[in-house]
């Protein structure tokens, strides 16, 4: 029985063919270098020009807490950039367990920096302010790595928001601990703790709204 012959291309889609153009590949570590030295760069610059660094900043407290957020900037970043081994997009089982831990331990490390309990008459102006520039410092990150990721959010939908906004909040939330010196412990955890975590919940939200849309 003879085989049906097969229909030539049609010229569209010859035509669609001639002006296709090869897509760059991805370079996973190299762009979450790249996040981690501009957004760095971006505390390093802030904390010279417009947000000093607290008073007592070499306490071993507030390293502590330094270092934890550092620490949760780059995993977070390294979890929501680079894929294991064997896979194209970054998704792993386990990171909204491993973010969940993360967050829980930087929250720990505040707490432990913010030792005073007596709360001020201006506890909910420098609240505000604190999470405001939290906030704002993590846009930098956030932004850097949703145009990084641009043609696999729509498969990687609320696990790459949640790891891409639990980085960014990492750093507003190393900004924070840098540079604020209050150390009432309703202030550390609500306004430096809410900063971390609210962009990882808002752009897990965003991304989920996105899907169902």
Do not use: K
């Amino acid at each position: 029985m003879s085989q049906p012959e097969v229909p030539p291309p049609s010229p569209a889609l010859l035509a669609r063919v001639a002006e296709a153009r090869p897509v760059r590949p991805r370079r996973p570590a190299r762009e979450a270098a790249t996040v981690a030295l501009l957004s760095l760069g971006l505390v390093a610059a802030l904390l010279s020009l417009s947000l000093p660094p607290r008073h007592d900043l070499w306490r071993l407290e507030t390293l502590l807490a330094a270092a934890a957020c550092t620490l949760g900037f780059a995993a977070a970043l390294w979890w929501a950039l680079v894929p294991p081994r064997g896979q194209v997009l970054p998704l792993r089982p386990a990171t909204p367990r491993r973010l969940g831990l993360a967050a829980l331990l930087l929250l720990a490390a505040l707490a432990a920096a913010g030792h005073e309990r007596i709360v001020g008459p201006a506890f909910a102006h420098w609240a505000r302010g604190c999470f405001s520039v939290g906030l704002l410092v993590a846009t930098v990150p956030a932004a850097l790595c949703l145009v990084f990721l641009r043609r696999a959010l729509g498969v990687g939908g609320w696990r790459l928001g949640l790891a891409i906004g639990a980085a960014a909040g990492a750093l507003g939330g190393l900004t924070l601990t840098l540079h604020c010196g209050n150390r009432h412990l309703a202030h550390v955890l609500l306004a430096h703790g809410g900063a971390i975590v609210a962009p990882a919940l808002v752009l897990a939200a965003l991304l989920v709204a996105w899907e169902r849309a």
